[in-house]
């Protein structure tokens, strides 16, 4: 992986309690370019107004919050202000397919994942929202 000047001015919230993952998706991420914020408890999620991520990475599982991330996904795409911020859903979890559906995620990653792929999916999820509001 390199750094991709198109990455520059985007900015990810990761929200991951476990702090090995969490640490390794900062360092992947700001080499490829982006402005990172990370979160072990979700908390920053009642802050995305003052954040504005471009895309968030969100656990589903969050054992330091008490608040599980699909509850969080939730309520990111229920409301209007917030509902156009990608989201993507990390979990070990078998039915992760089902609970992004449920959640109205936009993409999930099954753990342990492919750092290439959870890239991949990054980029092209920040390319398709900025698209879609491009036309709005």
């Known amino acids: 992986m390199c750094m991709n000047d198109a990455n520059a001015q985007k900015k990810l919230l990761i929200i991951e309690d476990d702090t090995d993952i969490l640490s390794i998706l900062d360092y992947i991420f700001q080499e490829e370019g982006y402005k990172v914020v990370l979160s072990e408890t ?34 990111i795409k229920s409301q209007a202000a917030t509902q156009h911020i990608p989201v993507i859903l990390l979990s070990a979890e078998a039915d992760i397919k089902e609970v992004c559906r449920e959640c109205g995620a936009n993409d999930y990653l099954s753990k342990p994942f492919d750092i290439e792929q959870l890239a991949q999916k990054v980029k092209d999820l920040i390319l398709l929202s900025q698209n879609h509001t491009a036309f709005i």
Do not use: M, N, Q, S
């Open 42 to 75: 979700g908390v920053e999620a009642k802050h995305l107004a003052e954040i504005k991520p471009d895309l968030i990475l969100l656990d589903l599982r969050l054992t330091t919050f008490g608040r599980e991330g699909v509850e969080i996904c939730a309520c």
